[in-house]
C-alpha cells in the first residue's frame, strides 16, 4: 500500500521579519497549511506516526485506508506556534524530528524541551534528527556515532521511552551511514525524495516527499485519490 511521506520545516506568516535564506525557501504559511489539513481531511486520510509506520513495515501489518505520515524536520518554534494547533484542530498527529542539540539552546528559533515534552504528552512523535545536524559524510565513525547515540538517549531521558526511528540530516545517506544508524539501535529512517516505492527492504531509506514555500503538495498529482 503506497503511503505517503510529507517533510515540513519552517512555518511563518508570508512576510516574516528577520527570517533566514533557508528558512525562507522552507517556509509554509498557516493558511497554506490549513488549506492541505482541510485537503486530507475533506478526502479522508489518515495521518499515522513514522514510527507506526515503519512498525508495520517491520511486522507487515495493516495501515489504516489512506494513511499518511506528517513530519517536520529539525524542531523549529515555529512548527509549535502554527502547525501545531492546525494538527490539533483536525486530531491529526505529527512526527517531529528533533535536533537535540539546538532545545533550549541559544538558538531561540527552536523549542524549548517543555515544548517538546508537550507535544509528546498530547501524543505527537518525537524521533531523532541528529544532535547537531552535521553533514555526516563530514564526520568520522566515531563522531558520527555519536550524533546519533546521544540524540537517542537525550530523548529518551528526557520523554522517558523508547526513540525507534530517525531522519537524515539533509536527507544525505549511505550504505555506511544507514549501517550506523541500525547499529546505534534505530529501526528505521526518513530519508528524501525518491520514488514511492517503499518497503521493509528500504526502512533505513523511507522516501519522502518535501513541502516548501507554499507549495501545495495535493496539486502535484503526488497523492493518490
Known sequence: MF??????????????VNESTMQKYYRVTASAFEAQMKYLADNKYHPIKFSTYVDSLKNNTKFPDKAIVLTFDDGWASQYKYAVPILEKYHFTGTFFIITGYANSKYKAYMSWDQIKELDKKGMDIESHSVHHFNPLKLSTPQL????????????????HPITTYAYPDYIQNQAIRDAVK??????????????????????RLHSLEVVNNLNPFSEKRLPD
Open 183 to 204: 547499529s546505534a539501535g534505530y529501526i528505521g529512517a526518513r530519508a528524501g525524495w525518491g520514488l514511492y516505492k517503499n518497503s521493509v527492504d528500504n526502512i533505513f
Open 145 to 160: 556515532n555519536k550524533e546519533l547515540v546521544d540524540s537517542k538517549k537525550t530523548l529518551e531521558e528526557k520523554l522517558s
Open 3 to 16: 503511503v505517503p511521506i510529507l517533510v515540513y520545516h519552517s512555518f511563518g506568516p508570508a512576510k516574516s
